[in-house]
């Protein structure tokens, strides 16, 4: 049997090493943490698989729930009421959080933006500024 094993067996002391040991052992010995003894999935000392980050072009979804969204809008000095600044989905609970800024290459002077109303579907953004401008939207909701 030991010629049958010639050359199979690396000349260290690895398979010399791990025999005898329990599991926790060898984790040890291959230098493997915490993370290696999680499952998968998103409850409380779980690693999330990609499933549980879904995303498409202008919106991304945490394990947690959260949704970020990114997308642009004009904002117009006219829309007396705040222009309208749709989501690409609408937030299944609620807005968190949100913010406007400037990315209009053709106007030479920022202007200070006004959130005036936001919910699970849209926000009503005014600007200070007479013209159009091109906005950049980022929002936050569960």
């Known amino acids: 049997m030991t010629n049958a094993l ?3 067996q690396p000349l260290n002391s690895t398979l010399t090493d791990l025999s005898g040991k329990n599991v926790a052992g060898i ?5 493997l943490g915490e993370a ?4 998968v999935g998103t409850g409380t000392n779980q ?4 499933t549980a980050f879904t995303s498409d072009l202008r919106w991304f979804k945490l394990p947690s729930g959260h949704i970020v969204q990114v997308f642009s ?3 117009y000095s006219t829309d007396v009421e705040g222009t309208p600044a749709v989501y690409p989905i609408a937030f299944p609970y609620s807005l968190l959080a949100i913010s406007a800024i400037w990315a209009d290459p053709t106007q ?3 202007p200070t933006y006004k959130i005036i109303g936001g919910d699970r579907t849209l926000a009503k953004i005014k600007t ?3 013209g159009k ?10």
């Open 128 to 130: 200070s500024k007479a």
């Open 36 to 39: 290696a003894k999680r499952a």
């Open 27 to 31: 984790l040890e010995y291959l230098g």
């Open 47 to 50: 690693i999330p698989d990609m």
């Open 108 to 110: 030479t002077e920022a």
């Open 73 to 75: 809008v004009d904002v």
């Open 6 to 8: 010639a050359g199979k």
């Open 133 to 142: 401008y091109g906005t950049m939207i980022i929002a936050i909701g569960k």
